[in-house]
């Protein structure tokens, strides 16, 4: 299985779910043609992005900057709970994330990142160092 929504993009963008037609595939099931039909089916093109917020920062996770638990946008998911420890930066350190579609490759991606661009976040920081001001 693709991490970072991967399939699901797929789905979106072409029309394809690979994880069912992965798990048929695993029974014995031919599933080449069905792909081919969904594929030439004359479906719209259409792209699909997804963009992460990763920064080098340090705490303990409070939330949204507005107050809110989730973002109002369906399509952006904060990926911590509150009381989360955020270290590093990274993969393993991504806050949240937003997907979003487009005709092109590139609108996609520039709709997500700026759905991200959007998000403010709260932390809980302390000095590592003692006698600090």
Sequence with gaps: MGGDDIFNLAKDAV????????????????????IRAILESGRAPRCEAIWY????????????????????DADVAVLLAPGSELTGHGSFARIARARASAPTAAEALDRARSKVDGLSFLFRVSSTETGTV
């Design 15 to 34: 029309g394809v779910d690979m994880i069912d037609f992965q798990t048929r595939q695993t029974f014995g099931d031919k599933v080449l043609p069905d």
């Design 53 to 72: 917020t990763a920064p080098k920062a340090h705490g303990t996770f409070i939330g949204l900057a507005d107050g809110e638990a989730q973002s109002p």
